[in-house]
């Protein structure tokens, strides 16, 4: 919520699109391909913040599902390319999440580091009551990655 409050006051024209994972529903374009319990808010409007969306993110959708961090991602991602494709934005993704989201060895969070190189994306992870950094550590640390703590 703090992250759309200082997009709405201090970047206005900064656009903004919103993806829970942990969701009880589910409500995105990849549901079919087996990534249930992730929730593109807002029918998958990608567009300036405004107050429906700070209130939406203050009554966030119930969670408690069985889903984990490089789902939602996935779905992020696949999200953000086809909707930036061919114009020209400063692609970024912020995720909030535990340390114990994903592991390290994830083949699939390894495609989402190579899918954020070729599509000129950055992660920023936001670590939330976690312990340590976690394999997100590892990805920042590594030389050249788009994922930043």
């Not at 409007?45 to 069985?66: F, I, N, Q, T, Y």
Request: net charge negative; aromatic share 6%.
């Amino acid at each position: 919520r703090n992250v759309a409050q200082q997009k709405l006051l201090f970047a206005p024209r900064h656009e903004l699109g919103i993806a829970l994972f942990g969701a009880a529903d589910t409500c995105n374009e990849l549901e079919a391909d087996g990534y249930p319990h992730v929730v593109v808010a807002r029918d998958g409007k990608l567009d300036v913040p405004d107050l429906a969306m700070l209130r939406l993110l203050s009554a966030a959708p119930v969670g408690g599902a069985e889903s984990d961090a490089v789902n939602g991602l996935i779905v992020a991602i696949d999200w953000l390319i086809r909707r930036t494709r061919g114009l020209k934005y400063n692609r970024t993704i912020h995720l909030f999440t535990d340390d114990h989201s994903a592991a390290a060895d994830d083949l699939d969070l390894q495609e989402c580091v190579q899918q954020l190189q070729a599509h000129g994306a950055t992660l920023y992870v936001t670590l939330v009551g976690a312990s340590g950094a976690g394999p997100w550590g590892h990805l920042a640390a590594s030389a050249g990655a788009p994922v930043k703590l």
